[in-house]
């Protein structure tokens, strides 16, 4: 393989893609290469600038081209129509610094950029055996000198251009890097409201900040770790105990003194969640609500990404939520309360509705065990009941797509789905919580600064793949996140309530290959064979399965289509299973209940 200098820059483009893929190992073919090849040069406008300027330095070593190396690697979730696609926004001419990957607008015209690719495949310069190799000694050189005259202007032209837009971006980059005024301006605006008195610690903080779990070095405890174990979990459940008893800490200031931290609900990386109740003199309770109170690290708390409108991006969502839908519309989704901001603690609470019910994925922990006991052939659920869940998920993600800015949800798992019991029925109702990643975009889709935000500032971060989520949230993914990323993780819930596991790799392939690892034909999942709990469920509810789950956004069904199908009235009526059915954890002398009486001592932590 012939190395740089070289002239054209997709023929340098080419021979760093093949020396890219070399260390890689991935085996694939010659095919799959070009198509991984043809969707990064044609994707990205940046790519194809750091490429030009090499060549017209006479570069002779391969440039810094790491950021965009993902656009490659990610090269099996490609197929024909995404370079067709990348084609056509490569041809409208639309890709500048501000877009630069484009829009979906279409021109008859060929930008100039197409026109020295053009020149450049029929000079020789190609994929496989045309990589800067394996072409003839006369050829090459062509590719390389015997470029016309006219030709040649109009690449240097191109090149002028290219350089010049790219240092405009990098002047902008480097406007971005001066630093903003202090305190910065997505936050709140000077004074801020005054922080509680309380110097309780939440346990979060406690736990990942403070005092972290002890080690047991690899299997080979030290001298005295049994003991300091015990001393970890001891200490842990007095923070719990202390952080109870604060207040609620609500703002505007009023008094609180008969509210009381009456249970510990959980806690996360982020934060802490309790219940609280208001009890009147004789103890007998008359409210309750839960407190989540969130300390975000100084890396998040000092983002933009964060912020809405001067509130943290979870407080905003709540108010969008609470404002611009109707009670009947917020039926699936968790209400809130109020907030208090603790800007000088740098953390916020949330003051949200109880749900004595759970999660789901606490009520469906009978159906969990049948995978850990791999006895995957037995069923927990009826179709209908699962209809239900289907349809107060799907219900909840339209209602969040119905305010004046659509919100994605994008960490929707059992976890953050909880049961409340039906007022007409008395049967449970679904409902989607916890909005810490939840978004609504900050750029109209038609404006440059789109492709920049969507996805980039919300899939995960490098080095973080978890096959949890939909594919489009890897961290080499270039496709925008939105509603139907919610489609595939209503489909990921229903898959674990049809098979009976819900593990760190979210949905599995027949062959226990994740989901969100590569396209997949129908007879892949849910065919029975290996999770055989499935065969006990109509092919009716399992295709509907099999369409949120699709590897390619583009072929799953909106949140409207999918709505429809589960309406569908003609669907076959679901079996009659081997089921007691749905097993409410509920308790009807629910200790918390408004009226009841408020133990004290049962404070639980």
């Not at 198509?35 to 994707?43: I, L, P």
């Not at 969008?320 to 917020?330: A, F, Y």
């Not at 990921?492 to 392939?509: A, C, F, Q």
């Not at 699709?550 to 409207?560: A, I, M, N, V």
């Amino acid at each position: 393989m012939k190395g740089p200098p070289y002239k054209i820059a997709r023929a340098f483009f080419n021979y760093a893609v093949r020396k890219h893929l070399e260390t890689q190992d991935l085996g694939w073919t010659a095919e799959q290469e070009k198509r991984a090849q043809d969707f990064a040069w044609h994707h990205h406008f940046k790519l194809r600038a750091i490429f030009h300027r090499a060549v017209e330095e006479g570069a002779d070593q391969i440039p810094n081209w790491d950021k965009y190396k993902g656009l490659v690697d990610n090269g099996l979730a490609y197929d024909e129509g995404d370079v067709e696609d990348a084609k056509t926004r490569f041809k409208s001419g639309r890709q500048r610094v501000g877009r630069p990957c484009g829009d979906e607008t279409t021109s008859e015209e060929e930008s100039e950029d197409e026109a020295e690719e053009e020149e450049e495949e029929e000079e020789g310069v190609g994929v496989g055996e045309g990589v800067g190799e394996g072409v003839g000694e006369e050829v090459g050189e062509g590719v390389r000198e015997g470029v016309g005259e006219d030709h040649a202007q109009v690449i240097r032209q191109l090149r002028q251009q290219l350089n010049q837009e790219t240092a405009h971006q990098e002047r902008l980059e480097h406007e971005l890097q001066e630093p903003d005024k202090y305190p910065y301006s997505f936050w709140p605006s000077l004074p801020w409201d005054p922080d509680p008195n309380s110097n309780a610690v939440d346990v979060s903080t406690w736990h990942y900040r403070q005092h972290a779990q002890p080690n047991p070095n690899n299997f080979h405890p030290p001298p005295g770790y049994d003991q300091a174990l015990r001393d970890w979990y001891q200490n842990r459940r007095e923070a719990k105990r202390q952080w109870l008893r604060t207040r609620p800490e609500a703002w505007p200031i009023v008094d609180e003194s008969r509210w009381h931290g009456a249970r510990f609900l959980g806690y996360g990386s982020y934060g802490s969640a309790g219940l609280w109740v208001q009890v009147d003199a004789q103890y007998t309770i008359l409210d309750r609500m839960v407190v989540k109170e969130c300390a975000p690290r100084d890396i998040e708390w000092e983002h933009p990404k964060n912020w809405r409108g001067k509130l943290p991006r979870e407080i905003k969502i709540h108010r969008k939520i609470d404002r611009g839908l109707t009670r009947v519309q917020k039926s699936n989704l968790i209400s809130s309360r109020g907030y208090r901001l603790m800007m000088t603690r740098r953390k916020f609470r949330l003051y949200l509705e109880y749900c004595p019910l759970g999660t789901l994925w606490t009520a469906a922990g009978d159906i969990l065990d049948i995978h850990r006991l791999r006895r995957w052939d037995e069923v927990t659920l009826e179709e209908k009941q699962l209809w239900d869940i289907f349809t107060d998920l799907v219900n909840g993600c339209l209602s969040l797509q119905q305010v004046n800015q659509p919100i994605v949800h994008n960490d929707l798992h059992m976890a953050n789905v909880f049961l409340d019991i039906d007022e007409e029925d008395g049967g449970p109702t679904f409902k989607l919580a916890d909005f810490g990643r939840a978004f609504y975009n900050l750029n109209d889709p038609s404006t440059p600064g789109h492709a920049l935000e969507n996805p980039g500032e919300y899939k995960w971060g490098p080095g973080v793949v978890t096959t949890r989520y939909a594919p489009e949230t890897q961290p080499n993914s270039a496709t925008t996140i939105d509603a139907k990323t919610d489609v595939w993780s209503i489909g990921s819930i229903m898959w674990s309530l049809i098979v009976g596991h819900e593990g760190d790799h979210g949905p599995l392939l027949d062959d226990e290959t994740p989901v969100a690892r590569r396209h997949f034909d129908a007879e892949e999942l849910l065919d029975g064979t290996v999770f055989r709990a499935a065969r006990h469920y109509s092919d009716h509810l399992k295709d509907a399965v099999r369409q949120c789950l699709r590897y390619r956004k583009h072929e799953r069904p909106s949140l409207e289509e999918l709505w429809a199908l589960i309406q569908d009235t003609d669907k076959p009526a679901p079996p009659i299973l081997p089921t007691e059915g749905w097993n409410l954890p509920h308790d009807p002398q629910d200790p918390y209940a408004v009226g009841w009486t408020w133990d004290r001592q049962r404070r639980t932590s």
